[in-house]
């Protein structure tokens, strides 16, 4: 399978290495129990962790995550810091930063891209988030309307992460029986999940850039 590294000029950059090797049937077919202790804090599949902070109902848990609940209310605080006091207040934004590499560690074991068991906060794993922050003046009218800007996006990644789930599931049963994960899902969960994790960084003001509108 092809490398997993996508490089873009978009400031927030998503790498799952692909895994290589047979693939762990037994954890495989346990993952969702083996996941909820990651699921619980950082969320699941799907597209509404960030978003929680506009739509509170939007996703439930088993989306928004207990520290993804903490990171979208850091990014209301922060949303008040930035437009009042030109300031993005760097405990918050290391809050949010925190809570979206420990996504991304747990959104590649939930999605069966990695076997590894994901780590409880920072450490090394085969899947992570780099994220190139927002500095100096602020743009005000993009952090003011942020929560209008975002529902394009909130829109059709709701639509993409109900496919993905299916995908998911198709793949957990190849894995399970052939112990291969078909590259054509592999590759279009992987670039929903990119999609989601650049959209859920634009949602947590780390960034100022608006999300292009692509798997890549």
Known sequence: MATAQFASPYPVT???????GPRDRL??????ILAIPHVVLVGGLGFAASLGVWWNDFGGVFVLGVLGAVASVCAVISWFAIMFA??????????CL???????RGLAYVALFRDEYPPFGDAEYPASISVVLAEGERDKKSVGLRIF????????????SIVWMVTSIIAWFSLLLNGTYPESLYNFGLGV????????????LLVDEFPPFSLE
């Not at 954890?27 to 969702?32: P, S, V, Y």
């Not at 999940?193 to 947590?204: F, N, P």
């Open 98 to 104: 925190y809570y979206l590499r420990w996504r991304a």
């Open 14 to 20: 998503v790498d799952v290495q692909p895994a290589a």
């Open 149 to 160: 800007y975002l529902i394009p996006h909130a829109i059709v990644l709701w639509a993409l």
């Open 193 to 204: 999940m990119r999609w989601s994790l650049r959209v859920e960084a634009y949602a947590l």
């Open 27 to 32: 954890t495989i077919g346990f993952r969702i």
């Open 86 to 95: 030109n300031q993005h207040p760097p405990g918050l934004r290391d809050l």
